[in-house]
């Protein structure tokens, strides 16, 4: 699976899920139903109570990666901002 590939990169993956009926038996991916009617705004206003990390990246479902250590990259990049 590809993101078992960049599996040491994050911590957890948050999938807002608006209407696709996303199922997963992966301990690190945690499925938030919303409300399909929701703009993204609202959607993100929804979600990000359930979110427990400090720092997050939001994508969009059409977001591709092709290297590893970029996602690592980014978050390097927020924490020396902090």
């Known amino acids: 699976m590809t993101m078992e590939k960049y599996r040491s990169e994050f911590d957890k993956v948050y ?10 038996s992966l301990d690190f991916v945690e499925v938030i139903k919303v409300n399909s009617n929701l703009r993204y705004y609202e959607a993100y206003q929804f979600v990000l109570p359930f979110v427990k990390e ?19 990259a980014a978050f390097k990049k927020l ?4």
């Open 79 to 82: 924490e020396e901002e902090e």
């Open 15 to 24: 999938i807002i899920d608006s209407n696709w009926g996303v199922e997963t």
């Open 54 to 72: 400090d720092l997050i990246l939001l994508l969009d479902n059409d977001f591709i990666i092709y290297q590893a250590g970029i996602i690592d």
